[in-house]
């Protein structure tokens, strides 16, 4: 989450009296990429109020589904506040606004096994609730958008190598594997904590319905470290993870395709918001890191790696 969008104090107070909220202060959530986001103290306890920019009210909508029907199934997950008028957002000066109930919770960057274990079951649980028609198939930063990423000329070798590997990588994927909802960014700054204890999985505004291995290929980028070392902690969330839903051959077979291919979309969106789309000179080279990634896995033996994972 992030600030993008200054808001005055009395705009927050604004915003907040629609859904009911004497506001006692609030104050600017200044991490994530995306959005701005502002805390809020209030009578009525603490929310975090999302003001969407650049977002149709459609994609609102869709995200809106998604958190109800997490609600529906007790997903620990972010609960929206309706409106006092209903519904489930407002509009703001013409952008929409949501508020959530605010989570206790911590952000842990070094997860241990027993925590990635809760984590990769959580990922089962989600990919077990059904999706909702309203959502896209299609990732962000495929092939489709590649005009985006490509002859900007901006960083030429990163250009040239995800102009060849992410086609490729999108020819080899099995187009008969389980899809259903999925968080598509599961990183771990989208995971609280209480101690060791698993509260709530947040940010979904990237969901999609999509292949659900890329989901747990993605966990592996997002929670895993940067994997240059044992694939212990990998083993950890694919463990939890089975331990709800099993995976199929299939998807244990591309499992290291789709780390990959997770790394490298990942690549392309860093590259994107960092170099393209608000431009970050401290960020700039960001993108080579997941590339690394990308070619680390690809390095590896297909038998050793299912061996690792798996055996």
Not at 255 to 266: D, G, N, R
Not at 273 to 292: F, G, L, P, R, S
């Amino acid at each position: 989450m992030a600030v993008y969008i200054q808001f005055q104090k009395n705009e927050i107070q604004e915003m907040a009296n629609a859904y009911g909220l004497t506001m006692l202060s609030f104050e600017p959530i200044e991490a994530g990429a995306s959005n701005s986001n502002y805390l809020l103290y209030t009578q009525q306890g603490r929310y975090i109020l999302t003001v969407f920019d650049g977002k149709s009210m459609k994609y609102i909508m869709g995200l809106a589904r998604v958190l109800l029907i997490l609600a529906d199934h007790k997903y620990p997950a972010t609960r929206l506040l309706p409106p006092i008028k209903g519904g489930t957002n407002t509009v703001y000066d013409g952008k929409p606004v949501m508020i959530k109930a605010y989570i206790t919770g911590q952000v842990e960057q070094d997860l241990d096994m027993a925590m990635l274990r809760q984590i990769g079951a959580a990922m089962a649980r989600l990919h077990q609730v059904p999706a909702p028609d309203c959502l896209s198939g299609k990732l962000p930063y495929g092939v489709e958008p590649f005009p985006q990423v490509v002859d900007q000329s901006i960083d030429p070798d990163y250009e040239r190598w995800v102009a060849r590997r992410l086609p490729d990588l999108e020819q080899q994927i099995q187009q008969d594997l389980p899809r259903g909802l999925i968080h598509g960014d599961m990183f771990y700054d989208n995971v609280l904590f209480v101690g060791k204890q698993l509260k709530a999985i947040i940010d979904f505004e990237s969901a999609l319905y999509h292949y659900k291995v890329f989901d747990l290929a993605m966990g592996i980028i997002g929670l895993c470290g940067n994997l240059d070392g044992s694939f212990d902690k990998a083993r950890a969330l694919v463990k939890g993870y089975q331990q709800v839903r099993t995976l199929e051959e299939g998807e244990k077979d591309t499992l290291q395709l789709f780390i990959e291919y997770a790394a490298t979309t990942v690549s392309c969106w860093r590259f994107w918001k960092y170099c393209i789309d608000k431009c970050i000179a401290e960020k700039a080279n960001k993108h080579w890191q997941m590339v690394k990634v990308a070619e680390k896995i690809r390095s590896i033996p297909r038998t050793h790696f299912l061996e690792t994972m798996f055996g």
